[in-house]
């Protein structure tokens, strides 16, 4: 299924389909691809909405629209005005998303959560039955019935990207690489952290101890050491490994932290090698140097 909109008509989809089966996770993906999406839109306001979008820019030209239980007093209504936007000029998609019933029992048992339709009078399961039966009239009218039993969320985002984002879309995974010293603290939500306090340090070079690791004299210092060499090596071949990896499960960004004791110059100097490193490997990389101007 292609997301290429008709030429300047909107792209709508109308995510629908069980509680617990995925819709919130889906509603994230197609964020990320750019959608403007409306959560728990009423029914009745949904071809208001799409003559919205019809009128705007860009901005709304592809938006998504979620469609559940919550609306169970209005959900007969749905099939009439869905049949009224597919006489118009605009390319619109239903997509349902289910899971088994033991999955939706897992599922809300994890997270706690009450079932919309359960109460004290009605189990989980007859919640989830009760849910099937008001639903079925809009899981005939899918274009794309999603099933997530055997999906976790990561899967569930990478096919749905896969379905959905157009040819020339800039999904990259991006990085960045914060260089700090140890002795400020550590910067938060690092995704991986690499500690090189044990190289050989520039501080106690007394012609070196004003400059930082973005100087030439410091990088050269540096590089005399075997060390050094192979430390860059190491975690260059690391990171050749494992950024396919994080980019396959759908991830949009990647924290790198470098820490060395002040972050003012063995941290920066590797940090400044990989960012080199990793844009001749075509990723796009920002560097945050937190704390090189500190003494």
Not at 65 to 74: A, K, S
Not at 247 to 262: M, V
Request: net charge positive; charged share 30%.
């Amino acid at each position: 299924m292609s997301a290429v909109t008709i030429m300047g008509y909107p792209h709508i989809v109308i995510i629908t389909g069980l509680s617990g089966s995925g819709k919130t996770s889906a509603v994230k993906a197609f964020e990320d691809l750019g959608y403007f999406c409306v959560d728990n839109l009423p029914i009745q306001l949904i071809p208001t909405f799409v003559e919205l979008c019809d009128r705007s820019s860009e901005t709304l030209k592809r938006a998504v629209i979620v469609v559940d239980i919550r609306e169970r007093e209005f959900l007969p209504e749905f099939p009439r005005i869905y049949r009224d936007l597919k006489r118009r000029p605009i390319d619109v998609k239903v997509l349902f998303f289910e899971a088994s019933d033991e999955i939706l029992r897992r599922r809300f048992s994890e997270t706690r959560r009450p079932h919309p339709l359960s109460d004290h009078t009605t189990d989980l399961m007859q919640a989830i039955a009760a849910e099937r039966a008001l639903l079925k009239d809009m899981r005939a009218l899918a274009d794309m019935i999603v099933d997530t039993s055997d999906r976790n969320v990561h899967a569930l985002r990478r096919y749905l990207i896969e379905q959905f984002s157009s040819p020339d879309q800039d999904l990259e995974l991006r990085i960045t690489i914060v260089s700090f010293g140890f002795k400020h603290g550590l910067p938060p939500a690092m995704d991986l952290l690499f500690d090189v306090r044990f190289l050989p340090n520039p501080h106690f070079v007394p012609e070196l101890r004003k400059l930082t690791g973005k100087d030439r004299k410091v990088k050269e210092f540096m590089r005399a050491a075997p060390e050094t060499r192979e430390t860059i090596e190491r975690l260059q071949g690391l990171l050749s490994f494992l950024l396919p990896h994080y980019r396959r499960e759908g991830r949009s960004y990647l924290t790198i932290g470098i820490g060395c004791t002040g972050g003012r110059h063995r941290s920066v100097m590797v940090a400044e090698a990989l960012r080199h490193f990793l844009r001749r490997k075509g990723y796009k990389v920002k560097v945050w140097h937190r704390d090189y101007d500190k003494i």
